[in-house]
């Protein structure tokens, strides 16, 4: 069977791609690994991920996305190209065509930018949709419907939040603080509190192993090994959930302060309704323990985990390539 939709989730730390029927068939790092001499591509997602860290001077893993958009348009298009031929298959005639997910706060030239990559690398219609939509669609909100519905979603560079109705957009925020910035935070905080030097993988194992948003009496506790700053020698450590919970504090403080700013420019029948139903939490970084209980205790709303949040922008996506005819008029495309 020849593919001929693709919905891409191009996420700043995973491009997740689904097509129509088969499900999520990519779920890999966005990562791109250089040999400099020649500046050619070596490897792509899981492959360019195990590099990093680890690799000669002559080999470069970069991350093409910076904050949602593009940083290397050269880089991002060969990405694109090798993540729309792992989903056609080598042997596909038809171009396909491609939905792809765009931060809300995105610009017309890095909107066209994105546009022009994905029909280089082998699309024959790339549309843009804004992430709360898709998120929202993911996570089986009724974004059609007259009521209103906060969604807060998480990803590796940006935090999306945004108030959706009658189909589009009410008021949002993009904030350039997530997944990323808490792994920094935690190599951060590490190499303060105990002078000891992780990498950014290692950052990542913990915020997925033990990551909490608040402090709780059943600490979780984490082995990880790192560099002594001090000695120069290898040195093993053993960190716990609370630790954690206040290295990301500050960053989770700016989440809600644009989750209240948010608040202030919907109009108060919508958030009356989100009062009611609660805010939806989707994206990686909305699996961190206990964020639901730090929304509520912060913004006094409930707060509730979408089901598989990190896969709720590609199944939107998805959502959208099924009933592409009827989207094309309202979503696709809008500003």
Request: aromatic share 6%.
């Amino acid at each position: 069977m020849f593919t001929r939709k693709i919905g891409i989730d191009l996420g700043t730390t995973n491009t997740i791609v689904f097509v129509p029927g088969k499900g999520f068939i990519i779920n890999e790092p966005t990562i791109v690994a250089l040999s400099l001499p020649d500046n050619s591509v070596l490897a792509v997602g899981k492959e360019a991920k195990e590099m990093v860290g680890r690799t000669p001077s002559d080999i470069v893993p970069y991350k093409p996305l910076k904050d949602g958009v593009i940083a290397d348009y050269y880089i991002t298009k060969a990405m694109l190209k090798y993540f729309i031929s792992k989903a056609c298959g080598n042997f596909n005639i038809f171009k396909p065509d491609v939905v792809i997910s765009v931060p809300a706060g995105i610009t017309q030239t890095e909107r066209r930018a994105v546009i022009n990559a994905a029909k280089e690398a082998g699309a024959r219609e790339a549309h843009v949709v804004r992430e709360p939509i898709l998120a929202a669609l993911g996570a089986d909100i009724p974004i059609n419907s007259s009521s209103g519905n906060m969604i807060i979603n998480i990803g590796g560079g940006t935090s999306e939040v945004a108030v959706v109705a009658l189909g589009g957009i009410v008021s949002w925020a993009s904030l350039r603080v997530a997944g990323n910035k808490f792994d920094q935070s935690i190599m951060d905080y590490i190499k303060k509190k105990y002078s000891l030097s992780i990498g950014e993988q290692t950052a990542e194992l913990i915020k997925i192993e033990i990551g909490a948003a608040l402090s709780s009496r059943r600490k979780l506790e984490f082995s990880i090994r790192g560099r002594d700053l001090i000695s120069g020698l290898p040195k093993n450590l053993i960190i716990n959930s609370n630790e954690i919970a206040e290295a990301l504090n500050s960053y989770l403080v700016d989440i809600a302060s644009a989750v209240k700013n948010v608040f202030n420019e919907t109009p108060p029948e919508l958030v009356a309704d989100v009062m009611e139903k609660g805010i939806i939490l989707s994206g990686g970084g909305s699996q961190l323990k206990h964020l639901p209980e730090f929304f509520k205790g912060t913004l006094g709303v409930n707060a509730y985990v979408a089901e598989e949040p990190l896969f709720c922008v590609a199944k939107g996506a998805g959502l959208i390539l099924t009933h592409l005819d009827v989207y094309k008029r309202t979503l696709l495309d809008k500003r």
